[in-house]
Nanobody
């Protein structure tokens, strides 16, 4: 059973940075995808960024050039470095996992979900 635990959320000012972490346990797939999604207040959940087991990354347009994914394979921890934060980045961020390929924006393809960590960006 895959378990995902997000951490690192909090408050930041616009233009600032935060780093989120996703600690994954039970991730025994030979290939997998870790997706970061977020739910802004009052809005639907949306995709943010994706990293597969080979380290290939993909970003949604809204965060391209500002957010950076990385992973510590030995520890099975996945990071989302968020730079140049904007007010519209305020959301609860979720880490999702699936075996196999990444599906950009397709949260229904992901079998495992973390509980989320809240990010608040203020002016």
């Amino acid at each position: 059973q895959v378990q995902l635990v997000e951490s690192g959320g909090g408050s930041a000012q616009a233009g600032g940075s935060l780093r989120l972490s996703c600690a994954a346990s039970g991730l025994t797939y030979s290939s997998y995808c870790i997706g970061w999604f977020r739910r802004p207040p009052g809005k639907e959940r949306e995709g943010v960024a994706y990293i597969n087991s080979w380290g290939t990354t993909n970003y949604e347009d809204s965060v391209q050039g500002r957010f950076v994914l990385s992973k510590d394979t030995a520890k099975n921890i996945f990071y989302l470095q968020m730079n140049d934060l904007k007010l519209e980045d305020t959301a609860t961020y979720y880490c999702l996992a699936r075996g196999g390929l990444c599906y950009k924006g397709g949260q229904s393809y992901y079998s495992y979900w973390g509980r989320g960590t809240r990010v608040t960006v203020s002016s």
